[in-house]
């Protein structure tokens, strides 16, 4: 095992160094980010820390790269993505393992959810990399004016931990397909599966400087990215406060910006709603993942009609998830991700309780000795009014807040009562409420009976607070393009008014 290797479980060791240029190298001031195993908080690598000096690097090689990536055809771009899907799947279990480790996600999951769908995002944008045509737009008598969408060149992306290994998909893959070469910045405290990924990418014949992965400290490495002037653009997902910064950063030069920001899911069961499947689909939008998702259904809006026979469900439900070590397969909800979100979160069950929220269960790490030393926190339920801190804040936990209305009216007024405006679902059989719901409710994507569907080809993205552009699809090929107008005087004639 060479000094950059660390070895955390038999047969899988972990590569810590970044890579840049089409290598891995070490960073040029030597400094390491521990990363630890959240079910315990053992330290799981030390891995390099990038600086400002190797985001120059970085962005010197993907600069270095762009021209030749750019003129490949569409096609074998796409075939390298293709490939790239190929070879996550044929090391599936080890990336399992390794994103299981780093974020807490229950293996099943990862297994079962963020594998399948990181090689299929990779492969859906390599069949589109040769399917995205220009336009002719029909202007005057005697010219052709013809529209291409071209590559914008070195793009910074900059990834949160909730979900390393699918961001690697959601921001490279369209960004490669459409002729832009990457730096990519994963969060500090998970970025073991990105650097796996970049071996992949080298092992299936990715060019030297096309792809660059710099794990480092989002104040030092992302702050020096997102200022860069040699950055083209920069793809954010996080926080909405970072968020923020990103915009202000990118003034040095005018980048381009995408923000995927945080969210306050409004998850709506209606009286007529399909109850079984209301309450276990609520239960997945909020307990999957830890409620670490942007798109989780963490306000609950439950119709007084229906809310106890509801509630009595949906809280034997919580009572009910199996905690436990991740890497157990039949673990349903493991650690959070780390120690000081762990806090940060179990903080709002007493900002909670401070405004007159009744706790219905949880709000507490789990009493089982054997998941002391880590970062678990029980399924917590608590009833709060729409404008207590706990329904306007985001919390990123297993953390749901449940509030009762009386009408439709009342539902959209405590629907749309939040600065963020990402995903939402509605819980009803009847089609014109669902439909005139689903336009009205200011969010970037609905669920009708169902909730966190996405699929590479679906538009994801936010409104308000919750940011703005596109991931996925032709949507995510247009945010990674721009058009290029061409006109063509082509009986070369002299207009009128250029004659003297
Ligand atoms: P964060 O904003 O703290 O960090 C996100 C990334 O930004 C990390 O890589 C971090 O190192 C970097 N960063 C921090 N400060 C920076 C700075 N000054 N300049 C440049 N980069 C900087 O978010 P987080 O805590 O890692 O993730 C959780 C947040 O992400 C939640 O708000 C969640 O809703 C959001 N999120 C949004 C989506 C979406 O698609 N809308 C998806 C997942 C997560």
Known sequence: MSTTETQVRPG???????????????????????????????????????????I???????????????????SDRGRLLLKLADAIEADAEYLAQLESLDTGHPIRDVRNLDIPRTAACFRYFGGIADKVEGTVVPVDPGFLNY????????????????????????KMGPALAAGNTVVLKPAEITPLSALRVAKLMSDVGFPKGVVNIVPGYGHVAGQHLAEH??????????????????????????KRVQLELGGKGANIVFEDAPLEAAVMGSAFAIFHNQGQACIA???????????????????????SVKIGNPLDPTTEMGPLTSAGHRDRVLAYVEVAKEQGGRILTGGTAPSNPDLAKGCYVEPTIVEAEPEHRVCQEEVFGPFVTVTRFKDDA???????????????GLWTTNLKRAHMFAREIRSGMIWINSYKRVHPGSPFGGVGESGYGREMGFFAMHEYTEAHSVWVNYDAQIPPFYKR
């Open 229 to 254: 002037r040699q950055v083209a653009k920069i793809a954010f997902t996080g926080s909405t406060a970072v968020g923020r910064k990103i915009v202000q950063a990118s003034a040095t030069n005018l």
């Open 297 to 319: 259904g963490s306000r609950l809006i439950l119709h007084e009609k229906i809310a106890d026979q509801f509630l009595d469900k949906f809280v034997a439900l919580a009572k």
């Open 147 to 170: 529209v291409l969408r071209e590559p914008l060149g070195v793009v910074g992306q900059i990834v949160p931990w909730n979900f390393p290994l699918m961001f690697t998909s959601w």
């Open 56 to 74: 120059d690097r970085a962005v010197a090689a993907a600069r270095e790269a762009f021209p030749a990536w750019k003129k490949m055809s569409a």
């Open 12 to 54: 899988l060791q972990i590569e810590t160094r970044l890579f840049i240029g089409g290598e891995f190298v070490e960073a040029a001031q030597g400094g390491t980010i521990p990363v630890t195993n959240p079910h315990d908080n053992s330290i799981l690598a030390e891995v390099s820390e990038a600086t400002a000096a190797d």
């Open 410 to 424: 009342d539902a959209m007024r405590i629907a749309n009562s939040t600065s963020y405006g990402l995903g939402g």
